[in-house]
């Protein structure tokens, strides 16, 4: 049986092989994936609008261009850690934001019932504005208030799921 890692910091070295370092992708805040054009200079890691907070180390490759390896910086490490504990901005991002947050909390075997409630925090208004709003609507914008609705009351009643299961045993 394979050993659960002991913090997000192990999880994230996990995604790599041993002898590479774990993707910088994993420590952007937020996520976001490193394209092979986003090339840049030691010391900063290029995005389209920010800084991520890495080093680049460039080596020869056979196949072709030079790689980059990117090395993550104490930084960068620590706004990885702040993201996967903050809940999705906006409901369109929740389900694939949560979920990956969940999947990388899990491997981490760090208990992820903090970040479930701060979810449903920020859910449970937005669901009370549109109960409102749908008694407000009529024809097509009521068919989309009804909708968003359903959608973040179904997302409430999962997080309600989760949160009522008891915690995973590390």
Do not use: F
């Amino acid at each position: 049986m394979r050993s659960r890692p002991s913090t997000v910091k192990d999880s994230l070295r996990e995604v790599s092989p041993p002898d590479k370092p774990p993707p910088a992708s994993l420590t952007a805040e937020p996520l976001r994936l490193l394209r092979p054009e986003d090339k840049g200079e030691a010391g900063a890691c290029p995005d389209r609008t920010r800084a991520i907070p890495c080093t680049v180390q460039k080596e020869p490759s056979h196949l072709g261009a030079d790689r980059a390896q990117l090395r993550v910086t104490p930084e960068g490490r620590q706004a990885a850690e702040r993201w996967l504990r903050r809940p999705a901005g906006h409901p369109r991002d929740t389900r694939s934001e949560l979920l990956v947050k969940l999947a990388l909390l899990d491997r981490a075997g760090v208990d992820p019932r903090n970040l479930m409630r701060a979810q449903r925090r920020q859910l449970t208004p937005i669901a009370d504005a549109l109960t409102s709003k749908m008694d407000a609507a009529t024809g097509h914008d009521y068919v989309v208030a009804l909708w968003r609705h359903e959608s973040i009351v179904a997302m409430l009643r999962s997080l309600d799921a989760l949160l009522a299961t008891p915690p995973p045993i590390p």
